[in-house]
């Protein structure tokens, strides 16, 4: 009776670690952010694994008798172990740093699904899409964003100031989506060195949002308004966004008259 007892209480015991790794998994692959569980995962269908190959290795070298539930145990053994390691390494293995070029595919897959009304920016000065009018007309999420015809394209971005460079920037975008709103972080400070982008899929809004770690190298913050965290950016977003600098169309003219130069 004791045996018995036993074994359902490590029946039960299994199966109710097997839903606990199930609900770990399930959050852990939804995740930005890489975590040291992950390594239990990988523990165990490593120790899953060697389990099968020292069972193996005695119904090899023994004599006693074994049945063929035990060679499916060796079987499941081997199979269960691989396919948690290649489960983990797939699934919870989480890159969330980014160089600008990874992000191009990502970023204009995310744009392409858009209603077409509006997009915001969070935009820093704008150099993602390259510094010069050359390097702006050859990058990709520039090439694409031009191509949506957003009706209102809406940019939170740092003010010029004395930059001749940056402003040539701001015009060449002027110049080439007359529908661009750009206002300025007030104070400049205000600029939480957030990138992304916020958009609405049938009414809904979505967002894509990076932080800045470095020129040109971005980490994962946020990539979807259901969740908490996007839902603050996007009310960030619009708070900034009414606080900030609104320039006057005539030092707007003055960008796009750089770009002929």
Known sequence: MLLTDSTI?????SICFGALLGIAGNKLSHSIENSRWKYLFYALGIITFIYGVVL???MRTTILDFSRIDLYAVLLAFDSGVLMVVFTKKNLEIKNIF???ELDPIINNFTSKADKKEIKLFGGDLNF?????TEIDGNKQYIHLRAQHFNRILILCESPKNGVETKIRYGKILKDMPNTELRFYNPDRADLKVRG???EIQGVPKLLMYNKIQSRVYRALETDTANSNGALYNN???LVWDLAIQPKQSE???YKELVHH
């Open 129 to 133: 899409f390259g510094n010069s009018v």
């Open 252 to 254: 707007l003219d003055s």
């Open 236 to 238: 960030i977003w619009n």
């Open 9 to 13: 209480l490590l029946t039960v015991a």
């Open 197 to 199: 982008r916020i958009i």
């Open 99 to 101: 160089a600008t070029n």
């Open 56 to 58: 193996a290795w005695l």
